[in-house]
């Protein structure tokens, strides 16, 4: 999926792997894992401490390298 050029799927902040979200998030496992077909592309904002969409957005924006 693309997103708008600012949204958080493409901030240095946001952090969607698999294995990163289920060490954060307790119990994740319990639901099968943090694979894509139980969260589409939500992740994990480092800056903020949220669970949010991909195409989500804020003024803390940082691009992605």
Known sequence: MTHA???CGNCSFFQN???ALEAVLEGMTIMG???ASGR???G???RHDRYL???SFCADFSAAR
Request: proline share 6%.
């Open 44 to 46: 994990l904002c480092a």
């Open 17 to 19: 792997e698999d294995r």
């Open 5 to 7: 050029p600012k949204a």
């Open 40 to 42: 589409s592309e939500d």
């Open 53 to 55: 969409a991909a195409d």
């Open 33 to 35: 894992s943090a694979f």
